[in-house]
């Protein structure tokens, strides 16, 4: 008779994977479940969603980290498995659209997070399910602080569930099971068995989340479209990495520090060039001026400039991208090049 093994959040520990379906013996008809977040802080996020895309009788139930994918809100971890995925990623977003938010068997209801204790398995929100943010929120008000949805659950039929890391065995609670055991972290792997809710864990080989979190800085940094990033979200983004010890990535946040401080050190020498633009203009053009300026991208700036009253703040707002800086640069043929340097991409 086929069996059904529901399995924690992965987050991409492969060799993992591999380990607990080998100990647990799965067979090519028995069902292979997985409450979300196959990917994201271990190290083959990649290999686990070939795992489960190649695998006949498998089933990926909608993760926050997936819907995080899926919607484009990318933080450190998403970055990082973007990069992983390289040119699959694409294909990656693709199929997570097919994903479903439940899955229900005759033994158990299985989601990803959350489960409102007093509404129907067709009624459930889908943000509450997965364990997103605006979820994670609802719930609070919802319920009173220091609870969880299972201290309420009085259901006849039991919910397995990932999300919250739970310790090294599973919580089991008002008939309910929590099955994240911080595999990512170092913990356990685990899985429940249907019918018969037989539990089968695997120990992590390390600390997977600790260890991507340094290798991938630098690629992570390099990554970003900083030429085209406002001057203001640059330098959030070097405060909030200030922290950052390893030598390749602080030396790259180094240099960045240092590019953008000579860009804004041009804004001086911008104004000088479009004050003497605009009277190159007036000279060559004298009744037909306002058509010629009109025909450059920084006409406001040409016209400002003839009436005496462009000033260094219009500037500062307007060219707020390094790349905008760039352009103008290159266009006044400024005798202080900005450099084209390895955060343009």
């Known amino acids: 008779m ?25 067979e090519d008809e028995d069902m292979l ?3 979300g977040d196959i990917v994201d802080r271990g190290n083959k996020s990649k290999e686990a969603y070939e795992y489960f895309i190649n695998r006949p009788n498998s089933l990926v139930i909608m993760g926050n980290h997936e819907r995080k994918h899926l919607n484009s809100v990318l933080t450190y971890a998403q970055e990082i498995v973007k990069l992983q995925f390289d040119g699959k990623y694409p294909e990656f977003l693709n199929w997570l659209n097919t994903l479903g938010y439940y899955y229900e068997t005759e033994e158990a209801i299985i989601v990803h997070a ?8 067709h009624s459930q929100k889908k943000e509450v399910l997965c364990g997103s943010t605006s979820g ?3 719930l609070e008000k919802k319920y009173a602080p220091e609870t969880y949805w299972n201290d309420y659950y009085k259901g006849e039929k039991p919910i397995i569930y990932g999300h919250h890391v739970v310790g090294d065995i599973p919580l089991i609670k ?23 809710f037989i ?53 790259y946040l180094d240099k960045l520090q240092n590019w953008v401080e000579e860009l804004e ?5 911008i ?27 920084f006409k406001t700036f040409i016209f400002k400039s003839r009436a005496n009253n462009l000033k260094i703040d219009d500037l500062q707002k307007s060219l707020n991208t390094p790349q905008k800086v760039i352009n103008i640069a290159a266009h006044l043929n400024l005798p202080q090049k900005p450099s084209q340097s390895e955060f343009m991409i």
Not at 2 to 26: A, N, S
Not at 212 to 220: I, L, M
Not at 278 to 295: G, H, M, P, R, Y
Request: net charge negative; charged share 25%; hydrophobic share 35%.
């Open 174 to 196: 008002n008939n309910s099971y929590g099955i994240d055991t911080g595999a990512c972290h170092g913990g356990y792997l685990t899985a429940v068995e249907l019918p018969g």
């Open 136 to 138: 994670d929120r609802y």
């Open 271 to 297: 104004k000088s060039g479009l004050d003497l633009f605009t009277v190159d203009l007036i000279s060559k053009s004298q009744e037909d001026f306002n058509s010629a300026a009109s025909k450059f991208d």
């Open 199 to 251: 539990i089968h864990q695997v120990k992590a080989k390390e600390d997977y989340w600790k260890n991507e979190r340094t290798v991938w800085q630098t690629p992570v940094l390099r990554s970003k479209d900083w030429a085209n990033m406002e001057f203001g979200n640059i330098k959030k983004q070097l405060e909030k990495l200030a922290f950052v010890e390893d030598t390749d990535a602080r030396v």
């Open 2 to 26: 086929p069996r059904t093994f529901v399995v924690g959040d992965i987050h991409g520990c492969y060799d993992e994977l591999i380990g607990l379906v080998q100990k647990m013996g799965l």
């Open 114 to 121: 959350a489960f409102e204790h007093n509404k129907p398995l």
């Open 33 to 35: 479940v997985s409450v």
């Open 265 to 269: 050190g041009l804004f001086p020498l």
